[in-house]
C-alpha cells in the first residue's frame, strides 16, 4: 500500500506526520519512507538514517553532430520548452530547460542529433532502525525535480506500506509524487491560508482519481473554517495534532511525535487503520 502525504502549503506539519506515521508502523510491520521533497529534503533530520548508497540521476538531453546538420531548423520548431535553438548556422543547446522526451531527436530529417545522460541530482539509500528509507536530491540550480522524484518512487516496495513524504504545494512536482498512490493524507492547518492551500491539494488529488483523508495540525489556532468545509466536501478528517508547546519543543529538536511522545502511536496506528478501511478494495 502506498500512502502519500501532502500538503497544499509548506510549514503544515507532513514531514512531522510521515515520519511518525512510518516509524509507528514499523515497529509491527516492514515500512519504507521515500522522501520525494527532492528540492528540500529534511526527513533525515529526524529519522537520522545510516545512508549506505547513493546513484546519480541521470536526464538525457540532446547532443547535436554539426558535420551531419543542415540547420533546418525542425528541432527548434518541435521543442515545447526552447531547449534548443537554432541561429543561421548555430545550434544553442539550454539542457536545463530539457524535458529529455526526445522529438529533436526524433524529427531530425539528417539524424543528427542523439541522447546524452546529464546528471541532474542524486537518490541516496539506508535505513532508519527498522525503517527502510530513500531520498532525492536536486542538484544545486537544476530547474526540474521532477525526474528525481520518478527515480525515488521507482525504489518503492509495493508488498510493504510505502509512506511518500511529498514536496509542499500543488504543482508538478507534487503531482509526480502523489500519482499512482493508494491514499493521500493532506495535512493542513485551521487558518486561512491552509483552508485556501488545502482546497487546491483536494482538487488536485481528484483529479488524480486518488482517495483522501486530512489531518488538522496545530488544532487551537486560527477558526474552524477548515472543519467546515471538510464536513461540507464530506471530507473524513482522520487525525487532529493539539497546538502544544511540547510538540513544537520536540520538533525543534528533530524528534518525531513517535519518539519524543510515544503515546501518539496508537493514533498514529488508527490513522493507517482508517486510511487502509477508506483506501480502494483490495489494497
Known amino acids: 500500500m502506498i500512502i502519500s502525504v501532502a500538503s497544499g502549503k509548506g510549514g503544515t506539519g507532513k514531514t512531522l506526520v510521515a515520519t511518525s506515521l512510518a516509524l509507528s508502523l514499523s515497529e509491527s510491520s516492514p515500512v519504507q519512507l521515500l522522501d520525494c521533497d527532492v528540492e528540500e529534503p529534511d526527513a533525515h533530520i529526524l529519522l537520522r538514517p545510516s545512508l549506505d548508497s547513493a546513484s546519480p540521476v541521470m536526464q538525457p538531453v540532446p547532443k547535436v553532430d554539426e558535420t551531419r546538420c543542415t540547420f533546418c531548423g525542425r528541432c527548434s520548431e518541435v521543442c515545447a520548452f526552447n531547449a534548443i535553438a537554432v541561429m543561421g548556422r548555430t545550434i544553442l543547446l539550454l539542457p536545463e530547460l530539457c524535458h529529455g522526451c526526445g522529438a529533436c531527436a526524433y524529427v531530425c530529417p539528417e539524424g543528427a542529433i542523439t541522447e546524452e545522460g546529464r546528471e541532474v541530482g ?91 483523508g486530512v489531518v488538522i495540525n496545530r488544532c487551537g489556532v486560527g477558526d474552524d473554517a477548515v472543519e467546515c468545509y471538510c464536513a461540507e466536501r464530506g471530507l473524513p478528517v482522520l487525525l487532529r495534532i493539539a497546538f502544544e508547546r511540547r510538540i513544537a519543543e520536540l520538533y525543534c529538536r528533530g524528534l518525531t511525535l513517535a519518539e519524543g511522545m510515544p503515546e501518539w502511536k496508537a493514533a498514529l496506528r488508527d490513522l493507517f487503520e482508517k486510511v487502509r478501511a477508506l483506501a480502494p478494495v483490495g489494497v
Open 122 to 212: 542524486t537518490v541516496e539509500t539506508g535505513m532508519a532502525g527498522g525503517l527502510r528509507f530513500a531520498q532525492g536530491r536536486l542538484s544545486i540550480g537544476e530547474a526540474m525535480p521532477v525526474p528525481v522524484i520518478r527515480a525515488v518512487k521507482a525504489l518503492a516496495d509495493t508488498s510493504t506500506t510505502v509512506v511518500i513524504d511529498a514536496p509542499p504545494g500543488t504543482g508538478c512536482p507534487v503531482v509526480e509524487a502523489v500519482r499512482g498512490s493508494d491514499f493521500c493524507l493532506l495535512v493542513t492547518e485551521p487558518t486561512p491560508f491552509g483552508l485556501h492551500d488545502l482546497t487546491l491539494a483536494v482538487e488536485l488529488t481528484r483529479d488524480l482519481a486518488i482517495p483522501c
